[in-house]
Structure formats: structure tokens, C-alpha cells
């Protein structure tokens, strides 16, 4: 058995059944928001704030406040789930994958076919054209989104070394540690979370449908302009996580994505364990922080670094333990 067979294997003893997706040509009318969008938003929402993290000047100790609340607000299940549903949204977007499915059910009856197969053979998803042009663009974003981040992480460390003879960035900050992770966990209680829309979708004559993250700046694939480095082979645990996010680009493609298949394919314990412990980390680190400069090197090691290691994860990226 040669190691593509071997593997769809060890996929095809993992679920009971799931169903598919395809490509467009008509503008949609999205419904409010479509099932998967809405599971990738804290995702997409956690990119928002890197992005604010990357831009922010480290000119008071208000910034280094306001960065940490903010990057620390993310729940790491809701994030891990999301990363997982917004993957399977580049996979659906890519032309050669959302080919292959809108050819497997262009037909009422080709597409029966299709999420029968589905169903008995979640796995099957590895076996259609285009799929390893699918992994590749997902690996892709993943890689170049976690080396942004992770050189946001390491300007805030330089930044910390460079602040450390400033008067504001070494004074003592007037609520302690533990305060500051108190008031940012009341912070992510509270909330209020940005509208940022959905992409545009297309959808074909058969019914298939084909988002566009390029036509929604918040849901880019290009977020990151960094060329990464190349990616890592895959071990057993991506090509999972992989064939998961390409069942659910099937079955949202295909319109039959439901809350069961979310629940059964959106989800990778590897994933939102990385997240777990980054912010962990990012929590002991800033409770034992007295300055605006220790808070400063927390964000960059922790709240940055650590977590474009959890983005990247997928592709081996994200800035390298030291």
C-alpha cells in the first residue's frame, strides 16, 4: 500500500459520514451569515488584532495595556475551531479543488453519488483532483500569516530591550500583574466584538458554491505579504487535520454543511492545545511583569511568537523556539 493510499486509510477508520461541495459563476446572495464563515470569524477577528499588535508604536505604557487585553481576549477553542473552518473556506476558493467537486456533481444525481461516497469515505477527499493544490494554498496562508506574526513578535522583544533605559517604560505600573490579567480577562468578557462582514461567494448553475477571500480584505489569503519558509513534511497528525478541513470545503461547496459536521470535522486537539498554552503562557508571563518593557517582552514572546507558532502550525511555521 503505497503512503496516499496508506493514509486515506487511516482517515477512513476515523468518522461515519460527511458529505460535499463545489465551484461557481453567478454572484450570491449570502444568507446573513453562512455556517462556516461564522465558525472562521474569531479567526479571522484574531488576525484583526495582530494587525493592530504589528501597527502599534510602543510609545506609552497605554499601548503595551490596550495590546495585551486585546490579543489575550481570544478563546483558544473558538480560534483552533476557526483556523480549521477558515482553511476549509481556502480550500473551497481554490479553482483547481472547487473544479474537481463542481465535476463530481453537476448533476442531481452525480452529486447523491457524490455525498454517498462522501459519507462511507470521508477520506475520499484526498482522491479528488486538486486536493494536494488545496493542502498546498491552505499550508501556504498558514505559513505566511505566522511569519508576520512572528515578526511583529520579534520587534516587540527588540523594542523591549531598546525601551529599557525610557523613564515611562520602566516605571512601575500602577495595577500589578495579576490585576493586569484580571482586567484583561473582564476585558474579553465584555467585548464587543466588530462586524467584518462575509467574503463574497459565487455559485454555479449545479447550485455549487465558491467563496472569494480575496474580495473581502478581512478574510484575504494575501493578510500577509512574507514569503515563509518552505513547509514542513507532513506527519499523520496535519494530513488529519488537512482531510478535515478539505471534508468541510467539500460539504460547504456542496451547500450540506451542517453543526454535526463542525462539530465532527472542525475541530483538532493538537491545534487548540498550542493555543492553550500560548495564552497560558502570555498569563504567567504579564502576571509577573512590574513594566511597561517586562509587558513589552511578554506580548512579543508569548502573545506573539507563541501563537505564530499555533497559526503556523499546520505548515511548520510561525518564529522558531529559541
Known sequence: MGKSAALVAIVATMWGGVSAADPATTPEAAPATPLLEQTATPFVHMRSDFDFADNAALSNAKVTRTVHETISSHDPARISSGQMAYAA???AD?????????????KPKKREQFLA???????????LEGSNEAIEAIRQVAARDAARIGQAGERYIA????????????????????QRVNQAKAFAMKRD???????????????????NLNGAANWS??????????PIDLDTKRQIYLTKTLVLAVRYTLDDLNEGHVS???????????????????????SASRTAVEEAFCLGTHGLNDMSRCVGWIAGGGTPKG
Open 193 to 211: 466584538w466588530p462586524a467584518i462582514g462575509n467574503p463574497p461567494r459565487i455559485v454555479s448553475d449545479a447550485g455549487n458554491r465558491q467563496p
Open 94 to 106: 481554490t479553482p483547481a479543488f472547487a473544479a474537481a467537486i463542481e465535476r463530481r456533481a453537476n
Open 117 to 127: 461516497d462522501l459519507r462511507n469515505n470521508p477520506a475520499m477527499v484526498r482522491e
Open 221 to 230: 489569503t494575501q493578510w500577509s505579504a512574507i514569503t515563509p519558509p518552505r
Open 159 to 178: 523594542d523591549a530591550y531598546r525601551l529599557q533605559e525610557t523613564g515611562w517604560a520602566r516605571a512601575k505600573l500602577p495595577a500589578n500583574g495579576t
Open 264 to 286: 465532527a470535522f472542525g475541530t483538532d486537539k493538537e491545534s487548540q492545545r498550542c493555543y492553550n498554552y500560548a495564552q497560558m503562557n502570555l498569563a504567567q508571563c504579564v
Open 89 to 91: 473556506l481556502v480550500a
